[in-house]
């Protein structure tokens, strides 16, 4: 696996918890 690749998933990852609370929108917080 690439290491920016999981840096991103790991920040899409983190965004979604705070926004929505990664239920299911951990993989599309920013949508």
Do not use: F
């Not at 929505?20 to 920013?30: D, E, I, K, Q, V």
């Amino acid at each position: 696996m690439d290491t920016q690749l999981l840096n991103l998933e790991r920040n899409s990852t983190m965004k979604g918890i705070i926004l929505a609370g990664g239920s299911g929108t951990r993989l599309y917080p920013l949508t």
